[in-house]
């Protein structure tokens, strides 16, 4: 079974630092790794994806990696804000059908 | 769009009570999930749907069923309601199946579920 974990399990960050988080997986086979963002009390927003085949995807201030052999993804965060205040999760689809999930960074950016 | 919706968003049972979660996509969608989240658990895979009329077990099924009748609705059932149930639950949809395809999935605002 693919275990999914997340490090570090909270960060508290003041505003402007470049921040990186991450996410490790057991088994390297996996169609791809996706980046998601969750608010308290709402649901997931997807951030970044990565097919198996890429090694990493932007979007604005983000910037996510996979290393399939290490078993391994970063999310790098630029220039944070306190708006990127949130549960930071990894989920990784090894089967085409189905995702696990770590248990998530919470990352709270200080003004 | 709408988008994904759930319904009821917080729901108290007692113990051996049944209910139905509702989950309702606007985007003609082939691919429907149900997860659970639970503190230091992450989320789980209870359910997942290919399409209508196909449906097939995730990580937790125990304790819940599901049917696909049509492409818009993907309910999760619980049939006899167990503390241990008490959790927050999130209905998921894609465009199509995974595969290596470039599809993200759309999460609804979740579901608050507390069996006393």
């Known amino acids: 079974k693919q275990e999914v974990t997340q490090i570090p399990a909270a960060l508290s960050v003041p505003e402007g630092e470049n921040l990186v988080l991450n996410c490790s997986f057991t088994?390297?086979?996996?169609?791809?790794l996706q980046w998601f963002r969750q608010d308290p009390g709402k649901g997931l927003t997807s951030l970044l994806l990565i097919q198996s085949s890429q090694r990493e995807q932007t979007s604005g201030r983000l910037n996510a990696s996979l290393d399939k052999s290490s078993g391994r993804s970063t999310l790098y965060i630029a220039a944070s804000q306190p708006g990127d205040s949130a549960t930071y999760l990894c989920?990784?689809?090894?089967?085409?059908?189905?995702?696990?999930f770590g248990t998530g960074t919470s990352l709270t950016v200080i003004p | 769009n709408a988008g994904v919706t759930q319904t009821p968003k917080f729901q108290v049972l007692k113990t051996g009570q049944s209910m139905t979660l509702q989950c309702a996509q606007d985007?003609?969608?082939?691919?429907m999930s149900w997860y659970r989240q639970d503190p230091g658990m992450g989320l789980r895979l209870i359910h997942y749907?290919?399409?209508?009329?196909i449906t097939d077990q995730g990580e937790v099924p125990n304790g819940y069923n599901v049917s696909r009748s049509t492409t818009e609705d993907f309910p999760l059932r619980l049939l006899s309601a167990a503390p241990s149930q008490t959790s927050v639950y999130f209905c998921a949809s894609s465009p199509t199946t995974w595969g290596g395809g470039q599809e993200t999935q759309y999460f609804g605002p979740g579901t608050r579920l507390l069996v006393l």
């Open positions: 985007m003609n969608h082939e691919y």
């Open positions: 989920a990784v689809c090894p089967t085409g059908n189905q995702f696990y």
């Open positions: 749907s290919v399409g209508a009329g």
């Open positions: 088994d390297s086979a996996i169609y791809n």
